[in-house]
């Protein structure tokens, strides 16, 4: 089924999700959407699999337009959606679960179900008992009964959102197998959404690239990883000058660190920041840079390893005792992670206040707020409830109430979603807490960012953490490399 | 925004609160009406069994007092984001532990009073932490954990009635004998209410009240209510402050359990709460989470529920009339909710809800990378 969607737009308030992005889809191929987050692929894809309508926009399946009502809608007309985490019912058997909307009728007939789903997988050499149930399904399993799922469903159109996060590597070779087969011979559209370059590169015949709500374009592969790096995050920038600081003692140190989850292993992480560094984690979503962070906010023990913070063991210590110990953590959620919707500034600065009085002198608070809402720049009030702010200013909030001094700060995507006024100060802010010998780690999808303020960068890809790289002697070409998982 | 709301809109919002009253009297107008009754008839009835005597105000003041411990209790469980449905539970133990005192210890009232009620309250609060930490460390959610809580309770109450504690008469399944004089709170004339018990009642009034509005912890229980994540995040400790919120509801609670055994009844009794926990969700829930709304609607509900009682002695309609009453006026609550969900109150359709659009479009979609990524650990 050829697709094609025609300048579509999706706003949400005064964020252009999508832009204007137009693209076309020939059957028997599979394409690659990629970009950095926030792009605006799972919004794209969202529009396309009937999640959400565009707010302008045109989509047009065999030349003909279409409009999609729902998710079951869209799978009706064709188009499928395979998320990154798996829409069953965990407490249902495979087979219950595969009817489930499929067959709306009284009495369940179980035995053509039973046929057609065994049919179904045996086609693309997939291994799922229809008695077991889903909880007692590895992911790639319950993948693999979303995608017969779809295909029964009369899906010409699939979309794979980062399917193989968290599958084995056997299961990413049958799914990749499969996705081959449903193209080459059976001429359906597959698109893949995803942050790792190498499976676009081995799978896809053409990537279409996006940065910031817009199409930047298409490039058949494969190509160069250099390439696809250079078109998501635009062309590399010149570092700025800036003054050179005197760093101090180490200040946070890693040894042998080693995190597992069920998704990813990040295997030994050595590392040393000193006081009144910047050090910048780069490298696509996902390959475990997050992880890191993590450990070294006491959200998260590594299973392996020593972390140091100021000298001190603080390995296995929880979020609240790193905390108290002088780590800030800064977290890329601003409204889920760290502030309270409906509460006002001041009472966010009260809760954040290391110490505690049992009556809370709200007219001190107040005036405290006042303060820093003036050195921060806050464009509210003390009374003003944080979902109020805009999201630059949310952002300065979280920056207020942290404590000060701080040995350690770590931020996760620092300046995402502000503008280029807003991200300076936010970096200005920064660098003033380097002056109190606070070593700065963050993270940032923005390879801009990342070059310009960081005095070393690490790049993580696949869970590896490469050779720590000087940021004035850094080339477009290096980082490009090492993102794409070339040493 | 909220400034370009007309304030012939915001008188809407707020008389909004009686609209579920006057709706739920209504239908049950009307459904008397179905059962050929007249409904003046019936709230006549009703109005006398609450006000037609003395006694029968005084009776009605009684009732209202354990309601308003356990609503003022459950406001700081709510504030929290914890439903706790274990309320009721709570009460029992309270009566229970405030029984234990009064049938095994003797001495002078100044004595056993304080004593009865410390043991109430600390019994509600035990009871109250069992379900408090099966959330946090066994991930059992406070409802469930509330309503096996609530059974055990129950059959502890039957089994102590009809085993241990059961009259020299023997047992009747029906209550314990009457307690020593000393051991009751001085009571109102030939009453059911004791002063004493109004006089605690204020005082967990104006707690909950200075707790909520001006001390840390009702702060930090706040922002555990709205986002727990967020919270934790800030330094709140969840684990903490859920096991102290629902402590403190569980002593409030165990308090109003003392005060039915101690001046409703004189005895402990199989039925010793007469619903008043799961009242008082609802009383809390009628309120919309205000405090000073409290006191009113749990009087309200004392007055419907002790009108009822004549209500069938009076005239052929059974007594549950009281309780369908104010069971329809929950759901018409439930039904209508708040002014500015149903988008009463907006100066142009679709504009008032801009505001509240913005933050959380974004977070849903664009920084869906960003959501998802973060449930994924990395």
């Known amino acids: 089924m050829r697709v094609e969607l025609r300048d579509i737009r999706k706003v949400f308030g005064a964020v252009k999700a999508n832009d204007g992005i137009s693209l076309t889809l020939e059957s028997g191929k599979i394409y690659a959407l990629v970009g950095e987050n926030g792009a605006g692929k799972s919004t794209l894809m969202k529009i396309l699999s009937g999640y959400q309508p565009p707010t302008s926009g045109e989509i047009l399946l065999d030349d003909q337009p279409v409009r999609f009502q729902s998710p079951a809608d869209a799978l009706a007309q064709g188009v499928g959606m395979l998320y990154q985490d798996p829409l069953d019912m965990p407490p249902f058997r495979v087979i219950d679960n595969y009817l489930l909307g499929r067959d709306s009728r009284l009495v369940l007939d179980y035995k053509t179900a039973r046929d057609e789903l065994a049919q179904l997988a045996a086609r693309y050499g997939f291994d799922i008992d229809p008695n077991a149930t ?127 989850t069920y998704e990813l292993t990040v295997p030994d992480i050595n590392l040393s920041v000193r006081a009144g560094e910047v050090f910048g984690f780069a490298g696509l979503e996902g390959s475990g840079q997050r992880l890191v962070m993590q450990v070294c906010a006491g959200l998260m023990a590594p299973s392996k390893g ?29 409204l889920e992670e760290g502030l309270v919707a409906g509460l006002s500034l001041t009472e966010h600065l009260v809760l954040a206040r290391p110490e505690k009085q049992f009556f809370i002198d709200w007219k001190a608070n107040e005036t405290e707020m006042s ?113 794409g998982g070339q040493a | 925004m909220n400034q370009a709301r007309t304030s012939g809109a915001s008188w809407i919002a707020r008389v909004w609160p009686l609209v579920p009253v006057v709706a739920a009297l209504l239908f049950t107008s009307g459904l008397l009406l179905l059962f050929h009754a007249s409904p003046g008839e019936a709230y006549r009835a009703m109005w006398d069994g609450a006000f037609g005597t003395p006694d029968k105000i005084l009776s009605v003041v009684a009732f209202w007092i354990p309601m308003v411990l356990c609503s003022v209790g459950l406001l700081v469980t709510f504030t929290a984001g914890l439903w706790n449905i274990g309320v009721e539970g709570q009460i029992v133990l309270g009566a229970i532990c405030a029984s234990w005192v009064a049938l095994r210890l003797s001495g002078p009232a100044w004595l056993l009073i304080p004593l009865e009620i410390g043991a109430a309250m600390l019994g509600g609060a035990l009871w109250a932490a069992i379900a408090a930490v099966l959330k946090t460390r066994g991930k059992v959610n406070e409802i469930f954990g509330g309503l096996a809580l609530n059974n055990l309770a129950i059959i502890l109450t039957n089994y102590l009635i009809s085993g241990p504690w059961q009259p020299p008469e023997g047992g009747t399944f029906r209550g314990t004998a009457p307690f020593q004089d000393a051991a009751l709170l001085p009571r109102f004339l030939e009453s059911r209410f004791s002063p004493l018990s109004l006089v605690l009642a204020g005082l967990a009034f104006a707690a909950v009240f200075f707790i909520l509005r001006g001390t840390t912890w009702g702060l930090k229980l706040k922002a555990l209510g709205k986002n727990p994540h967020s919270a934790f995040l800030l330094g709140v400790s969840s684990e903490r402050e859920t096991v102290l919120a629902m402590m403190f509801c569980g002593a409030l609670a165990g308090l109003g359990g003392a005060v039915r055994v101690l001046s409703w009844f004189d005895s ?41 009682i004549t209500l069938q002695l009076k005239t052929q309609l059974h007594s549950a009339l009281g309780g369908i009453l104010t069971g329809v006026m929950v759901l018409f609550v439930l039904l209508f909710g708040s002014a500015k969900q149903l988008g009463i109150g907006k100066t142009r359709a679709g504009s008032g809800d801009a505001p509240e659009a913005i933050p959380a479009a974004p977070a849903d979609s664009i920084a869906g990378d960003i959501s998802t990524h973060a449930r994924g650990g990395d």
């Not at chain 1, 899906?155 to 399917?163: G, N």
């Not at chain 1, 020593?306 to 601003?334: C, E, F, K, L, P």
């Open chain 1, 371 to 483: 303060q820093r809402i003036s050195t921060y720049q806050i464009v509210g009030r003390p009374e003003t409830t944080a979902d109020a702010l805009s999201g630059g200013n949310q952002q300065r909030l979280l920056f207020s109430l942290l404590n000060t001094p701080l040995k350690l700060l770590l931020l996760e995507h620092p300046t995402r979603g502000l503008d280029v006024r807003s991200a300076d100060y936010t970096w200005q802010l920064l660098y003033q807490r380097r002056e109190h010998g606070t070593a700065i780690l963050f993270i940032s999808a923005d390879l801009d960012e990342i070059i310009a303020h960081s005095d070393r960068i690490a790049v993580f890809s696949g869970g590896r953490m490469s050779r720590v790289v000087e940021a004035a002697q850094t080339t477009a070409e290096e980082l490009g490399h090492l993102i």
């Open chain 2, 268 to 308: 402990l009794r199989q039925s010793i709460s007469g619903g008043i926990g799961f009242l008082s969700l609802l009383i809390v829930m009628l309120a919309a989470y205000r405090i000073l709304l409290v006191p009113f609607i749990a009087f309200f509900f004392s007055v419907v529920l002790n009108g009822s």
């Open chain 1, 134 to 260: 889903i909880d007692s399904l590895s992911m790639g399993q319950r993948q693999q009964l979303e995608l017969v799922r779809l295909l029964a469903g009369g899906a010409q159109v699939l979309i794979l959102d980062e399917p193989t996060t968290g599958i084995s590597a056997e299961q990413k070779e049958i799914l990749f197998e499969s996705m081959r087969r449903m193209t080459n011979e059976e001429g359906k559209t597959v698109i893949l959404v995803s942050h790792k370059l190498e499976e676009v590169q081995e799978l896809c015949i053409h990537a279409y690239v996006l940065r910031r709500g817009k199409m930047v374009g298409g490039q058949s592969l494969p190509c160069g990883n250099e390439l696809l790096v250079e078109m998501m995050f635009g062309h590399m920038p010149q570092r700025s000058r800036r003054p050179l600081f005197q760093l101090g003692q180490p200040v946070l140190e890693l040894r042998d660190v080693t995190i597992s």
């Open chain 1, 306 to 334: 020593q972390v140091y913070i100021g000298g001190q063991d603080v390995t296995g210590w929880n979020y609240h005792r790193m905390q108290a110990h002088g780590m800030g953590y800064v977290a890329a959620g601003r």
